[in-house]
């Protein structure tokens, strides 16, 4: 009897822990498709010049990454990814909140390429007249580097699936 209370405690433990470890996974998905969200919200803040938006979506990025756990993300991707944000987030200024943009998408990008972040497909843009790249959910091109000034300054060189 005791042996047969073993083999029950055992397998319970079992099935509670998968069941855990495969709500984590669910959160830490959900978390992944936000964080491209966010990413965009930045982006478009950048498109419209407004550096107050661009502020307020990093800080949500930056808890939202936070959130996601390391088997999710690598530490030193999450580290850059709140790097980046996290300094976009402190300025007002919309010429250095774009600066740090570029190695915000790079991060991004680095990111896509190795999780599941969007059932859409993911353009992978890049502007010759500041030599760095963005992503979008458009095909459009909507300059984040330049804004009104070369809003359809660059092209879509991949497409992410």
Known sequence: MEKIFFSLTIFAI?????????????TNQTRSFQLLSLYYNIKDALVSGNAHDAAMHAEQFVKTTNGISDRTISEANRNALLKNAGFISERKDIKQQREVFANLSANMYALAKSLKLSTEPIYYNYCSMKKAYWLSSNKVIKNPYFGNAMLTCGKVTETIQ
Request: aromatic share 16%; no cysteine; glycine share 0%.
């Open 14 to 26: 079992a099935f509670v822990q998968n069941s855990f470890a495969q709500q984590e996974d669910s």
